[in-house]
């Protein structure tokens, strides 16, 4: 495996990463929050998971969550996750997100719309308080 890590290592890190978003989205627009990838790296490490957040292995967890949502037709997860000092997901996402046709923007404007229309959405489809 890739990343200096094992596969089953790799697995559990993404699967417990996943519950983590799924459970922030969950508080909805208004208690939902977003996390830095040092944070989401430090929940990791609290598990026993040495995942560190300026790694290939979190951008590529972060990647393959957001790609399992995409195909199951929800939005993308890792929207949740961003820089510490930006303020918003680097790079990878957006380059994620266009590499899987949904993102088309060109400048950083584009961006913030685009990351802002997706962290909503995430919200909205993983807050519990409504009926799916």
Known sequence: ???????ATYQEAKKLACVFLKDA???????????????????????GLDIPHH?????????EISTDELEQGRPLLSALVILK?????GSGFFKMARERGKYKGRSKDDEEVFWISELNAVYDYWDFRKAK
């Open 1 to 7: 495996m890739p990343y200096n890590i094992d596969d």
């Open 25 to 47: 989205a969950s508080l909805g627009r208004e208690g939902g929050r977003y996390f830095t990838y040092a944070e989401l790296s430090a929940f990791l490490a609290e598990m």
């Open 55 to 63: 790694g290939l292995a979190m951008n590529a967890i972060l990647d």
């Open 85 to 89: 000092d930006g303020n918003r997901p």
